[in-house]
């Protein structure tokens, strides 16, 4: 639906849909996991911040809460990991 959404002081990188759930989704790259998991660069504040973001887009939209879904995208290198439901 979009990407890079700007929403206040936040930003959501992708908005998709999936059957009847929109789906609001955090991408983390890393190189590598030298100094770290991209899942653990995804802190509570930045949890906070996304999941606000996502419940404004969803009010401007006419979009019901419980229709949202919050995913994380974790990239390695070439690995990708998709966390449903992240938090």
């Not at 006419?62 to 949202?68: D, P, R, S």
Request: charged share 25%; aromatic share 8%.
């Amino acid at each position: 639906m979009a990407r890079n959404v700007r929403v206040g002081k936040g930003e959501i990188d992708f908005i998709a849909t999936r059957h009847d759930i929109v789906v609001i989704g955090e991408v983390k790259a890393r190189a590598s996991e030298k100094f770290g998991s991209p899942a653990e660069a995804m802190t509570q504040h930045k949890q906070r911040t996304v999941r606000h973001a996502g419940v404004e887009w969803a009010r401007a939209n006419n979009i019901a809460y419980w229709q949202l879904r919050f995913d994380l995208v974790c990239i390695v290198g070439t690995r990708v990991e998709v966390l449903p439901n992240a938090f």
